[in-house]
């Protein structure tokens, strides 16, 4: 059983678009995070959440923690080719003992040009 | 400060062989993490290390696995008898610790053969 749903799994869409990613779980988490991942390469930190019901901007993205910091999404307007790539969330569990974040499996995206 | 750095790159080995992966982490951060990521997968926590203490290792997937951080600065991560499942990209990162975001290393691809 996956602790973080994201959805959907695959997304392509042409360059201008607007799109949202989510990321679903039945538990709680003390923060989450969103990474972007190329190919062949490590995740890179985009944006941490701690507060339910928090939005941040990251220019064109914006992620929001759900009120019961059990969801969150990615929504990404007028979509760019330099956008493209593996967008994955990530939680600590409340309590949840390991320090170690649980990733989901992650949205790939691909924006044409 | 040049970031998180995983050596090798890449790792062919054949089946049955010892394999040692290298881990230098951003020298201020004092948690260092491993996780392993396959194809189409989200990274799986493995381990952790909050200096040179290894604070959770029950998510390691046998025990063919193990961590240390002799100094709590780098970290080796060495999987004995190697199988072809364990052909991956492992992972390793970096923190300060609680809801601050991780700063991963661009990875060793592992090929077990």
């Known amino acids: 059983t996956q602790l973080l749903e994201q959805s959907p799994q695959f997304l392509s869409i042409q360059e201008g678009e607007n799109l949202t990613v989510y990321c679903n779980s039945s538990?709680?988490?003390?923060?989450l995070q969103w990474y972007r991942q190329e190919p062949g390469e490590g995740p890179v930190l985009l944006v941490t959440?701690?507060?339910?019901?928090e939005v941040k901007k990251l220019k064109r993205l914006t992620f929001q923690f759900g009120d019961a910091r059990k969801d969150s999404s990615l929504h990404i307007t007028a979509a760019q080719p330099g956008d493209t790539g593996l967008y994955l969330c990530?939680?600590?569990?409340?309590?949840?003992?390991?320090?170690?974040?649980?990733f989901g499996k992650g949205t790939h995206l691909i924006i044409q040009p | 400060d040049t970031g998180v750095s995983q050596n090798p790159r890449h790792k062919i080995t054949k089946r049955g062989q010892n394999v040692t992966f290298r881990c230098d982490p951003i020298?201020?951060?004092?948690?260092l993490y491993w996780y392993r990521q396959t194809l189409g997968q989200g990274p799986e926590f493995l381990t952790y290390?909050?200096?040179?203490?290894?604070?959770?290792k029950s998510r390691l997937l046998s025990d063919r696995f193990s961590a240390e951080r002799p100094k709590g600065s780098f970290s080796t991560l060495e999987i004995q008898r190697t199988e072809q499942g364990d052909s991956a990209m492992y992972l390793c990162?970096?923190?300060?610790?609680?809801?601050?975001?991780?700063?991963f290393g661009s990875g060793t691809r592992l090929t077990v053969v």
């Open positions: 538990s709680v988490f003390s923060s």
């Open positions: 959440v701690v507060t339910g019901g």
């Open positions: 990530a939680g600590l569990i409340t309590g949840g003992g390991a320090d170690g974040l649980t």
């Open positions: 990162a970096s923190s300060l610790g609680g809801a601050v975001g991780y700063t």
């Open positions: 290390f909050q200096n040179e203490a290894q604070l959770e």
């Open positions: 020298s201020e951060h004092n948690r």
